[in-house]
């Protein structure tokens, strides 16, 4: 039971590159999460999908589109990166159906932008 | 706007003391809140939760008050351990988004 999968670990891009990031959840979770975190912040939304099939902004989708490939999957693209783009990238999945509203996070794909 | 925000960024805890962590929020309709740990280079891991007609919930060795009166959070916990060094991080589940503070980094000191 791996949780949540992100790929790659550790990106490099050039301004103007594009990429995706990759993210999948083996919970059978309803409810998907992109965030980015900066250096000593708190987490900051970017996108969310609360079921298959339905995305929604967060609080920071400028720069950003989002696709909800199936259940599972949850991918992030960056279409023409952006030196304000280096952050930290997490994925989360919950399901606010059960008991526990807790998110369970990935372990984060590390982007630098130069 | 809403908001989650932490009243001290770094705290320095004794081995085997209590620690506290404290947190405010703004948003008075909010009905769940969320203390995760960050260790480095790792995402947040879940600790403990609260729904908002709670007060006070236990976990092995955490505890988290909910004060609606002030709208006050506050993570202890007990017996502190070098293991519990980490940036703890409160949130605020609002509407399928988290909100959350800045985060508080626990500092054991042997």
């Known amino acids: 039971n791996a949780g949540v999968t992100q790929t790659p670990k550790f990106q490099v891009l050039k301004t103007g590159q594009s990429m995706t990031l990759q993210c999948a959840q083996d919970m059978n979770h309803n409810s998907m999460y992109w965030y980015r975190q900066d250096p000593g912040m708190g987490l900051r939304l970017i996108y969310y999908s609360a079921s298959e099939g339905t995305t929604d902004k967060g609080e920071v989708p400028n720069g950003y589109n989002v696709s909800r490939l199936n259940k599972r999957e949850f991918s992030l693209r960056l279409e023409s990166a952006a030196p304000s783009q280096t952050s930290v990238y997490f994925c989360?999945?919950?399901?606010?159906?059960?008991?526990?509203?807790?998110?369970?996070f990935g372990s984060g794909t590390r982007l630098t932008v130069v | 706007g809403e908001s989650v925000g932490l009243h001290l960024p770094t705290l320095s805890v004794q081995e085997g003391d209590n620690s506290i962590i404290n947190c405010a929020y703004s948003?008075?309709?909010?009905?769940?809140f969320i203390w995760y740990k960050q260790e480095s280079g790792k995402g947040p891991q879940f600790i403990i939760d609260i729904r908002s007609n709670m007060d006070k919930r236990q976990g092995q060795r955490v505890t988290v008050l909910l004060n609606k009166t002030v709208k006050h959070l506050s993570l202890q916990i007990a017996a502190t351990q070098p293991g519990d060094s980490a940036v703890y991080f409160c949130?605020?589940?609002?509407?399928?988004?988290?909100?959350w503070g800045a985060g508080t980094k626990l500092i054991i000191k042997p």
């Open positions: 989360a999945s919950s399901d606010r159906g059960r008991g526990t509203d807790g998110y369970t």
């Open positions: 948003n008075s309709a909010s009905d769940y």
């Open positions: 949130a605020e589940n609002s509407n399928y988004q988290l909100i």
